[in-house]
């Protein structure tokens, strides 16, 4: 069955210091891997995704993700964080067998504090 | 530019009552999708449409239902709303493929 696993409720941070927000997935097919970021009363906005490639895949605001096909993983990182960073982020996948769903993780709560 | 729109944007109903939300998108993609979100749960599939005249069931598609008449719209109605339905329901769409998703900005839904 194909899942999202997003295994931190929150992760804590210090301005400026590096930030990793950690996803793993399963899905029969090849998998097309997303980050979303949500900010308070608003909707969700794409960060990045891994559809084929480089390993490591570069978005939007600085963020970055590393694709790991041996430990199924797809986390999200930045180098320095911002207090501006603070959000929601939800990573998904779309499968490569069916790919019109995707399948969402549960979220990790940023909070970077100055 | 293209954008995908969700009305209300707030809503307080009564439980027993039909509630209809509105998905309008202007990306003539042919996926669209409806997510509930609440805490602990992050997003759950409700419905998704792949067409024009398509509707599946999602993970918690029961209380639900959806119709696709044009490519642009897909409403969520309740049927008689329940307290349990009380949450926050985002409107999604996409291109078939690799392509990401597009979000609405989301309806709060309270049921009384």
């Known amino acids: 069955a194909q899942s999202v696993a997003q295994p931190e409720d929150q992760v804590n941070v210090a301005e400026g210091n590096p930030l990793t927000v950690k996803c793993t997935y399963s899905?029969?097919?090849?998998?097309?891997l997303f980050w979303y970021v949500q900010y308070p009363n608003r909707g969700l906005q794409f960060l990045l995704k891994?559809?084929?490639?480089?390993?490591l895949v570069k978005g939007s605001y600085g963020f970055e993700a590393e694709f790991n096909k041996s430990q199924t993983s797809f986390h999200l990182k930045k180098p320095s964080a911002l207090v501006s960073d603070s959000a929601l982020y939800f990573c998904?996948?779309?499968?490569?067998?069916?790919?019109?769903?995707?399948?969402f993780g549960s979220g990790t709560k940023l909070n970077v504090k100055p | 530019d293209a954008e995908i729109t969700q009305s209300p944007r707030h809503k307080i109903t009564e439980t027993g009552r039909q509630v209809t939300l509105a998905c309008h998108q202007t990306?003539?993609?042919?996926?669209m999708f409806w997510y509930r979100q609440d805490l602990g749960h992050g997003l759950r599939l409700i419905h998704y449409?792949?067409?024009?005249?398509?509707?599946n069931k999602g993970e918690v598609s029961d209380g639900y239902s959806v119709s696709r008449s044009n490519t642009e719209d897909l409403p969520l109605t309740l049927e008689s709303a329940a307290s349990s339905q009380t949450s926050v329901y985002f409107c999604?769409?996409?291109?078939?493929?690799?392509?990401?998703?597009?979000f609405g900005q989301g309806t709060r839904l309270t049921v009384v």
């Open positions: 899905v029969s097919g090849n998998p097309y």
């Open positions: 449409s792949y067409g024009v005249q398509d509707t």
């Open positions: 891994y559809i084929t490639g480089d390993n």
């Open positions: 990306w003539n993609h042919n996926n």
């Open positions: 998904a996948v779309r499968d490569g067998h069916n790919f019109n769903k995707f399948y």
């Open positions: 999604a769409s996409s291109e078939s493929g690799n392509t990401e998703a597009f």
